[in-house]
């Protein structure tokens, strides 16, 4: 395990992802430490052929797979780099194509409802409305929602700094709703949360800046107070913001840089969502394709 944990180590100080991401690493690259017993420095083709068919066999879709077996590779990747082994078996077989299912997103009837529960005399509910309202209102990913400092924030224009993957910069924009909710925030529910002297945005009820996974805890409690029979990750919040954008005239190229997209093929996915929206308006619309 020692070098699973090196490994994780690195991920955090020399890669800088987040939370969610390493952990995702950890639990794909422990899973293979104990399907070989433990025994991950003298792999052979063939433990990693089997290896496969035991993702299959476990019913795993294929972008699933695929996730496991690129956190694995970069793991021997590393090992390789340190001079631990000589070369790495992973690199002879390939990811399963993956699967063109559409980014999942937020109808406008639930969201609206999301909007509703929250009982803003509570500081914690003013800090929970407005992780809601910015993560909508930005589309930036959790990793980067938490990182926030109060000096990253640019009042007079609405405009956030937001340190992206690769440590890349972008300014995202808030809308009004947003500016509300933000303000309420800093002016009563953050003061109250305030134990130590910190600029980041969201605090803790210790006063702490807050992790990933208290974020995604909090959205659990939003659905379930709204009374909504679906699960909502945060990054179905960047895909219902992608979308929106894209239904109402946003232009590609703009959303791309808000997301912090590096190629335009990854913003792509969206148009067909989109697209499904612009069919059921002219199936709904055009008389002579409504249903006799």
């Known amino acids: 395990m020692k070098y699973i944990n090196d490994f994780i180590e690195y991920l955090k100080v020399i890669k800088k992802y987040s939370e969610h991401t390493i952990l995702n690493y950890k639990k794909d690259i422990e899973d293979f430490y104990y399907y070989m017993d433990s025994n991950i420095l003298n792999i052979k083709h063939d433990d990693v052929s089997a290896y496969l068919s035991y993702l299959y066999d476990n019913k795993l879709n294929r972008n699933s797979i695929s996730r496991h077996l690129s956190s694995i590779r970069s793991f021997y990747n590393y090992l390789v780099h340190e001079d631990i082994i000589k070369e790495n078996k992973f690199n002879e077989i390939n990811n399963p194509k993956k699967s063109n299912s559409l980014p999942k997103y937020i109808k406008d009837n639930d969201l609206e409802k999301m909007f509703l529960v929250f009982n803003l005399d509570d500081k914690l509910e003013q800090r929970n409305s407005l992780i809601l309202e910015m993560l909508y209102a930005t589309?930036?990913?959790?990793?980067?929602?938490?990182?926030?400092?109060?000096?990253?924030?640019?009042?007079?224009?609405?405009?956030?700094?937001?340190?992206?993957?690769?440590?890349?910069?972008?300014?995202?924009?808030?809308?009004?709703?947003?500016?509300?909710?933000?303000?309420?925030?800093?002016?009563?529910?953050?003061?109250?949360?305030?134990?130590?002297?910190?600029?980041?945005?969201?605090?803790?009820?210790?006063?702490?800046?807050?992790?990933?996974?208290?974020?995604?805890?909090?959205?659990?409690?939003?659905?379930?107070?709204?009374?909504?029979?679906?699960?909502?990750?945060?990054?179905?919040?960047?895909?219902?913001?992608?979308?929106?954008?894209?239904?109402?005239?946003?232009?590609?190229?703009?959303?791309?840089?808000?997301?912090?997209?590096?190629?335009?093929?990854?913003?792509?996915?969206?148009?067909h969502v989109s697209q499904e929206q612009v069919k059921k308006v002219y199936e709904m619309t055009h008389p002579r394709a409504k249903e006799k």
């Not at 980067?144 to 993957?165: A, H, M, P, R």
């Not at 947003?178 to 006063?207: E, M, P, Q």
């Not at 659990?220 to 005239?249: E, Y």
């Open 139 to 271: 589309g930036i990913r959790v990793s980067e929602l938490v990182n926030i400092k109060i000096s990253d924030i640019n009042f007079y224009d609405n405009t956030i700094k937001i340190l992206g993957k690769g440590n890349k910069e972008r300014i995202v924009i808030y809308g009004s709703f947003c500016a509300d909710s933000l303000d309420r925030y800093l002016n009563d529910g953050r003061l109250k949360l305030l134990k130590d002297d910190t600029d980041y945005l969201f605090l803790n009820k210790d006063g702490k800046k807050i992790t990933e996974r208290s974020i995604r805890k909090i959205l659990d409690k939003i659905i379930q107070k709204a009374s909504l029979d679906i699960h909502i990750s945060p990054h179905m919040l960047r895909h219902t913001f992608a979308t929106d954008l894209l239904n109402n005239g946003a232009d590609l190229v703009s959303v791309k840089e808000l997301l912090g997209h590096e190629s335009l093929n990854t913003t792509s996915i969206y148009t």
